[in-house]
C-alpha cells in the first residue's frame, strides 16, 4: 500500500466521511445495497484536511500531467476541489454538468475552454465511472483533449476499471477501497469477520444483499 493511500484512508475514517456498517447496509442513489459509503465533501468542512487534499491533487497533476492547460470539475462534488486545485496551479477551471441546464443557455460546461485545451478532470468519487466518464465525453466534444483524472476516492469496481481502459483515460487516485479496509481493520473501525462481507460485496455490488 502505497503511503499517501494509508494516510489519506485514515483522515477519510477520523472525520467519518467513510462509513464501514457491514451490518447495517446504505441505499445508494442507484439503489444498489451497500456496506460502504463515502462522502468526500465532508473534507470541505475541515481546513487542514481541505489542504491536504487539494494540495496532493494539485501535486500530482503536476507530476503525472504537467502539460496540464485547464481544470475541469464534475458537478457537484468536485465543483469546489477542482476549483481550489484550478488554483493552486494557476490555471483556467470549468465544471462539467450531469445534463445540460433547461433554461438561459442551457450550458453543460460552465466555464471558457478554447479547442485543443489538454485538460486534467477532477472528480471527488468513483464508483461505476459513468458519470466522470460522460464529463469527459463533453469534454472532447468541446474539441479539447482529456489528458487524465485525479480522483479523492475510488471503489476499485471492474466495471469502472473497464469503462476508463476503453475510454483511453489515465485515473489516479489519492486513495482506494483496499486502502480504506485496511486502515479501518488496523485501527479497530472493524473486525476481521467483516472483510469478507465487504469484499463480497465489492465483487459485484450491483447484486449483493446482506
Known amino acids: ?11 477519510l475514517l477520523k472525520v467519518k466521511a467513510i462509513k464501514l456498517q457491514p451490518t447495517n447496509p446504505f441505499t445508494w442513489a442507484s439503489g444498489w445495497k451497500s456496506p460502504f ?9 475541515y ?8 494540495t496532493e491533487i494539485s501535486r500530482i497533476i503536476m507530476e503525472r500531467f504537467p502539460e496540464a492547460e485547464a481544470v475541469a470539475g464534475v458537478a457537484t462534488g ?3 476541489q477542482g476549483a481550489l486545485v484550478a488554483d493552486v496551479l494557476n490555471l ?5 454538468r450531469s445534463k445540460p441546464k433547461d ?43 482529456v489528458i487524465g483524472m485525479v ?4 471503489y476499485g469496481f471492474d466495471v469502472a476499471k473497464k469503462a476508463f481502459k476503453e475510454a483511453g483515460v489515465e485515473l489516479v487516485t489519492l486513495t482506494n477501497y483496499e486502502a480504506v479496509v485496511a486502515e ?18 465489492r465483487r459485484d455490488p450491483a447484486h449483493w444483499s446482506l
Open 92 to 96: 483556467p477551471f470549468v465544471y462539467v
Open 37 to 45: 459509503y463515502c462522502d468526500n465533501r465532508k473534507t470541505l468542512s
Open 103 to 145: 433554461h438561459g443557455l442551457e450550458n453543460l460546461i460552465e466555464g471558457e475552454l478554447r479547442p485543443g485545451m489538454k485538460v486534467v478532470v477532477v472528480e471527488d468519487l468513483i464508483s461505476t465511472g459513468g458519470s466522470s466518464l460522460k464529463a469527459v465525453e463533453a469534454i472532447r466534444n468541446n474539441g479539447c483533449d
Open 1 to 11: 500500500m502505497k503511503v499517501l493511500e494509508k494516510i489519506f484512508a485514515g483522515k
Open 151 to 154: 480522483a479523492a476516492y475510488t
Open 47 to 54: 481546513p487542514d484536511l481541505r489542504t491536504f487534499v487539494k
Open 184 to 201: 479501518a481493520l488496523a485501527t479497530g473501525y472493524i473486525k476481521e469477520t467483516d472483510v469478507e462481507l465487504l469484499n463480497t460485496w
Open 78 to 80: 468536485a465543483i469546489p
